[in-house]
């Protein structure tokens, strides 16, 4: 089974800070998922990312897809409390198309 | 429109007690999925149901575990002779379809056992 490494596991920062997650695996992805979940709720999908050296963008969030697709980052531009929370990284993992591999997540906290 | 829903959305229960744990799965769904996550394990899948096609149920960790849906919407998943280990939160997921890979989760239940 793929495992996917997350770090940092903890960031807490402040208000107005720019920050970088990281997801990163032994393995070639085929695509990757990036999910945010807030506290008391289940994930919800941010983007998913297919395409080696892939950028996307969705308001202060950027994420990149390495050349190699063995890796993937979210960089947050000017972090607001309401950014708070668990950030997941997954993919299909056993060549399932169904299947999801969760990696264990980086935990945001950002004070006002 | 709704989301999925789960209940309980907390349940307490006693070492060796059976425990019931139910999905409503976003209206027209025809993906299902159950995942477990607990601290420092994150999210493991558990079962997955598409349509009317036999479930994948090799991420379930024990005999204890199992899951049916009924007509093809509700799903139950339930746990046998309840474990202090079980203890986590599980999460259920719907999708679309089998082509389209996105899965809406639902809020969890957070399940103790003393």
């Known amino acids: 089974t793929q495992l996917l490494e997350q770090s940092p596991q903890f960031l807490s920062i402040q208000e107005g800070e720019n920050l970088t997650v990281y997801c990163n695996s032994s393995?070639?992805?085929?695509?990757l998922q990036w999910y945010r979940q807030e506290p008391g709720e289940g994930p919800v999908l941010l983007v998913t990312v297919v395409t080696g050296g892939e950028v996307k963008k969705l308001k202060r969030l950027t994420f990149q897809f390495g050349d190699a697709r063995k890796d993937s980052s979210l960089h947050i531009t000017a972090a607001q409390p309401g950014d708070t929370g668990l950030y997941l990284c997954?993919?299909?993992?056993?060549?399932?198309?169904?299947?999801?591999?969760f990696g264990k997540g980086t935990l945001l906290t950002v004070n006002p | 429109g709704a989301g999925v829903s789960q209940s309980p959305s907390n349940k307490v229960t006693e070492k060796g007690k059976d425990v019931e744990l139910r999905c409503d799965p976003i209206s027209g769904h025809t993906a299902l999925y159950w995942y477990r996550q607990s601290l420092g394990q994150g999210l493991e899948f558990l079962i997955y149901?598409?349509?009317?096609?036999?479930?994948?149920k090799s991420g379930l960790p024990s005999d204890r575990f199992s899951a049916e849906r009924t007509g093809g919407s509700v799903s139950t998943l339930t746990i046998q002779r309840t474990q202090q280990e079980d203890s986590a939160v599980y999460l259920c997921a719907s999708g679309p379809s089998p082509q389209q890979k996105t899965q809406y989760f639902g809020p969890g239940t957070r399940l103790l056992v003393l």
């Open positions: 149901f598409q349509g009317n096609s036999a479930p994948d």
């Open positions: 997954a993919q299909n993992s056993g060549g399932s198309n169904y299947k999801l591999t």
């Open positions: 393995s070639v992805f085929s695509s």
